[in-house]
């Protein structure tokens, strides 16, 4: 891959770990921070109705799966940078192959070339 190609890649990489970093820590001030008594508007969690706790429950995983989903993001983004400085980026991880130009356009931390992928989620190896 060219210099410029690269060049391209790592700052489209780097904006996107921006946009995912702030939404993560909005997200997380406005969604995690808030406690079980402060939804439910309660001096007492032990006066809660136990199907009013399951719904505050239910949603504080909720939240805390989103948040863990982002952080796999930037976790990607991060690894896809590193192969950038490696000189390894843009190269399938099983086959060593060129992973397709569409491809790290539509998916810019993408490990592996389609044909790998694929064949990595049929096996059950990937996502």
């Known amino acids: 891959m060219r210099k410029r190609e690269l060049d391209k890649f790592e700052k489209l990489l780097l904006e996107l770990k921006k946009e995912l970093v702030e939404e993560l820590e909005k997200f997380e001030r406005e969604s ?17 109705h136990p199907a009013d706790m399951s719904s505050v429950t239910d949603e504080q995983e909720r939240s805390i799966t989103i948040a863990e ?3 796999m993001f930037i976790d990607a983004i991060d690894a896809a940078l590193f192969r950038i400085i490696q000189g390894t980026y843009g190269k399938c991880l099983v086959c060593g192959e060129a992973i397709e130009n569409e491809r790290l356009k ?12 694929e064949k990595l989620e049929k096996n059950g190896l990937a996502v």
């Open 106 to 117: 539509a998916i810019p931390y993408a490990e592996n070339c389609l044909n790998c992928q």
């Open 69 to 71: 989903h982002q952080r």
């Open 32 to 48: 995690l921070s808030i406690n079980v008594r402060e939804r439910l508007g309660q001096v007492s969690a032990f006066r809660t």
